[in-house]
């Protein structure tokens, strides 16, 4: 099945550097490659996807990369702020099948 | 629209009980998936349904299942619960294939 390795496992920065964390994964008939941000006691919220059809996306501060040959892809948010302070999954879905491997997070700590 | 919901949002159960945990997914979504998230192992996938049938499963012993009604409210039963079934239990809904999806608050399970 899927694996999904996610690095780092935590992150700290200063207020207005750029943060990037990267996932690889083994299938490479995986297709959907979203990112969640789970603030501590909330929900997983989806802040940005990728499909395998696409290199790059941007949504404001927010970017994703997709490197289908070497089978990785990677979160960067530029101009860090403390609210940006959470944990952080990827996710690849297999192709066809539609079930999620999740990495294990990434917890980014933004210091004011 | 509204947000996922779920319910009950805590339980507590002793070794041994049964316990059913209710999602109510974004009106319009029809593919509900369930999830499993603890410290140790991360977001596990359990299901997911659609139209009222089990659609994908994860690897988790039959002692966990699920169903949806015609509403696309979906439940999801633990039977005979051990320990380590102490957890977060997400619900996630989305329009049709499982991508895109909106998590619930979860059900924070407690075994004693």
């Known amino acids: 099945g899927e694996n999904v390795e996610q690095h780092p496992s935590t992150l700290s920065v200063q207020e207005g550097d750029s943060a990037v964390i990267k996932c690889t994964y083994s299938d490479s008939a995986s297709n959907y490659f979203p990112w969640y941000k789970q603030e501590l006691g909330k929900r997983p919220q989806l802040i940005i996807d990728i499909r395998s059809n696409v290199g790059e996306k941007k949504d404001q501060r927010i970017a994703v990369t997709l490197n289908k040959t070497a089978k990785h892809f990677s979160l960067h948010i530029t101009e860090t702020q403390p609210e940006d302070s959470a944990v952080y999954f990827c996710?690849?879905?297999?192709?066809?099948?539609?079930?999620?491997?999740f990495g294990r997070g990434t917890s980014l700590i933004v210091h004011p | 629209k509204a947000g996922v919901t779920q319910t009950p949002r805590y339980l507590i159960k002793t070794r041994g009980q049964q316990v059913t945990l209710s999602c109510s997914p974004i009106s319009g979504h029809r593919s509900v998936s369930w999830y499993q998230q603890t410290p140790g192992q991360g977001l596990q996938f359990l299901f997911e349904y659609f139209s009222e049938t089990q659609r994908n499963k994860g690897n988790f012993p039959g002692r966990f299942s699920g169903r949806q009604f015609s509403n696309s409210r979906s439940e999801m039963n633990v039977s005979t619960l051990e320990l380590g079934d102490s957890a977060l239990y997400l619900c996630?809904?989305?329009?049709?294939?499982?991508?895109?999806?909106?998590f619930g608050p979860g059900t924070r399970l407690t075994v004693t």
């Open positions: 996630a809904s989305s329009t049709d294939r499982g991508y895109e999806q909106y």
């Open positions: 996710a690849a879905y297999s192709g066809g099948s539609y079930i999620p491997t």
